[in-house]
């Protein structure tokens, strides 16, 4: 997944919605992480009801974001935009796979970047 997310991430515009043949590689990407999970033993994730259009809702809330279980919801739900921790982006191997979901980034020491997350948002 590593090496998809390298490869789309190479020239690409972060200022506007990943497109063409890039999205074919997140999608590539969302499903190796799908396959690493299911490596280490979630075979099966159970969803309750049916997931709405982004139209209608576009925002997905996960919690308690206190392990890398919320990486299973993400994947699960097809690689929707998330907001994450700016430190996360130098994860060796996952990090380039969190930049390539076009992930809004937030730092806990800057009073400003929670704003800039709601602006992107």
């Given at each position: ?5 390298s ?6 515009d ?8 890039r999205?074919q590689?997140?999608k590539?990407?969302?499903?190796l992480?799908?396959?690493?999970m299911f ?17 209608e ?18 994947f ?8 994450n ?9 996952v ?15 800057d009073?400003n ?9």
């Amino acid at each position: 997944a590593w090496v998809v997310a390298s490869i789309g991430l190479l020239g690409l515009d972060r200022s506007k919605p990943v497109a063409g043949w890039r999205k074919q590689l997140q999608k590539l990407v969302c499903l190796l992480g799908r396959m690493s999970m299911f490596c280490i033993g979630f075979h099966y994730v159970k969803q309750t009801g049916s997931q709405c259009s982004k139209d209608e809702a576009p925002v997905l809330v996960v919690a308690p974001h206190s392990s890398f279980f919320d990486a299973l919801a993400i994947f699960c739900t097809g690689f929707p935009y998330f907001i994450n921790r700016v430190e996360n982006k130098s994860i060796p191997l996952v990090g380039k796979c969190i930049e390539f979901n076009q992930a809004i980034f937030v730092s806990r020491e800057d009073p400003n970047s929670r704003h800039t997350a709601v602006e992107e948002i």
